[in-house]
Each structure stands twice: as structure tokens, then as C-alpha cells.
């Protein structure tokens, strides 16, 4: 088994190993990972903090030891806290991070960072803080940071942003966490599942207070919440399918 960092600050992860491909999910700069299969010039992936699979471009991650990907797993991540910062190398070129890159091996590739962090787990009211810094932040599939980013991959960058593992996609988040009966029953940073006419979870968004929603749906956006599920005012319709509400913390 071998082992790889991604060492650059956003690398696409591919459902087949071409470029055409659609884009699964991102890896920022400091996540580390399984390689399960190298053909040609890609490589098949398992994310660590995930398990999410797929192929990434063999020029853009560097492979690691397996005592350092071991030594990962078993850290507390310290994540980049700002918007859009910068690494330093030993030549002082600089490579540009997002939030939520993970800094722990920084060091071992000699480069050095001073600003903001966050790390351990944080008390449930900073979810929808922490939410509000990806607002307006466009829709892109498989996306993960303020500059694109999709629905599922939003609450699970404001979860783990905060301490809490959230699996890749909308439905493999809705099987985690405690059913609620009630809308009513629901509390700020509570998770909100959205199914589609066949019956199949496509969406997921972040519950707040007073009967809103903060979810990505063309960007990432603020609406109202009913027991039928997202009401639009702007369209002035219910655009998703409330299917069930869980409560993860």
C-alpha cells in the first residue's frame, strides 16, 4: 500500500482517471490518503478523513510514508482559519491555502504559515458561524472551499471545521446522527435532507433559528424552512423536498 499528501491548495478527485471526468470531491492542501490503484498518470484514491474514492492527477500530491500517514490519522488537524492565506517555502515563493487546508505536515514540506488556525472540537452554536463564512460562495459539484462548493460538501467543511466527521455525500450524511419528529424540534447546525421525486437524497443544508435554512442551492444561500421543505421568496416556491431532519451533535 502507498501513501500521498496533497501539497497544493485545491486538487480536483475524478470519478474516472481523464480530466473530462466529473469531479467527485476536492482535496485541500494537507489532506493525506490511501492510493488503491496507479494507472498511467492517475492515481485511485481513499481519502482519510472520509473514505471518499476517486482519481487524482499523479503530478499533483506527493507520496508520504506510511508511518506519516499513520502519524496523521492519529493527530488532532489544525486547520487554516482564513478565507484565503498563504504558505511560505524555504525560497519564499508562496503557495495559496484556503480555510479549512489542514497545516499538520506543513512543516515537513518546509513550508511555514502565520495565520489564523483552528483545531479540536468547538461547541455546537459555532456551526452556523462558521457557516456564514462560505455565504454567497458559488455552487460548483464536488466542490469544497469558499471559492466553490457544493451542498454536501459545505455542511461537511462546517462540521469538520468544528471537530465532527461528516461522510462525502447527502445521502451518506443522512445516515448518521438522530432522526427528529418535529421541525420544531430542530436546533441551530441541525442537518435538513432533501429527497427527490424517486424518493433519493440529494440535498442537504444546515438548519438556523426562526425557520431558516443556510444550504447552497446557484451559491450558498439563506431561506426559509417550512414542514414541505426550502421556500425560495425570490421564486417564490418550495424548491426541495424536506425529507427528514438529523441531529448530529
Known amino acids: 500500500m502507498h501513501y500521498g499528501i496533497s501539497n497544493l491548495s485545491i486538487v480536483p478527485v ?21 492510493i488503491l490503484e496507479e494507472r498511467g498518470k492517475w492515481s485511485r484514491i481513499r481519502i482519510a478523513c472520509d473514505s471518499c474514492e476517486g482519481w487524482v492527477d499523479n503530478r499533483q500530491y506527493l507520496k508520504i510514508e506510511e508511518s506519516a500517514f499513520y502519524e496523521l490519522n492519529d493527530s488532532k488537524p489544525i486547520y487554516s482559519a482564513d478565507l484565503i492565506e498563504y504558505l511560505i517555502d524555504e525560497n519564499s515563493n508562496l503557495t495559496a491555502i484556503t480555510l479549512g487546508a489542514v497545516l499538520n505536515y506543513a512543516y515537513r514540506l518546509k ?26 460562495a458559488p455552487s460548483i459539484w464536488g466542490g469544497k472551499t469558499p471559492f466553490g462548493i457544493d451542498c454536501s460538501g459545505f455542511t461537511q467543511m462546517v462540521y469538520m471545521l468544528n ?12 445516515n448518521q446522527g438522530e432522526a427528529l419528529s418535529f421541525i420544531e424540534e430542530s436546533e441551530p447546525g441541525d442537518l435538513a435532507f432533501f429527497d427527490n421525486p424517486e424518493g433519493i437524497i440529494t440535498h442537504v443544508g444546515l438548519m438556523m433559528e426562526d425557520n431558516y435554512i ?22 417564490n416556491k418550495h424548491t426541495h423536498q424536506l425529507r427528514v431532519i438529523k441531529k448530529i451533535i
Open 214 to 235: 443556510i444550504h447552497v442551492h446557484g451559491k450558498v444561500r439563506i431561506d426559509r424552512i417550512d414542514h414541505s421543505g426550502i421556500f425560495n421568496t425570490e421564486l
Open 14 to 34: 475524478r470519478l474516472q482517471p481523464e480530466d473530462a471526468t466529473e469531479m467527485v470531491t476536492q482535496l485541500l492542501y494537507g489532506e493525506h490518503f490511501k
Open 111 to 136: 513550508h511555514s504559515h502565520d495565520g489564523a488556525v483552528i483545531s479540536g472540537r468547538k461547541e455546537k452554536s459555532n456551526l452556523i458561524p462558521m457557516a456564514l463564512l462560505y455565504l454567497n
Open 163 to 174: 471537530g465532527y466527521s461528516l461522510l462525502r455525500n447527502s445521502a451518506q450524511q443522512a
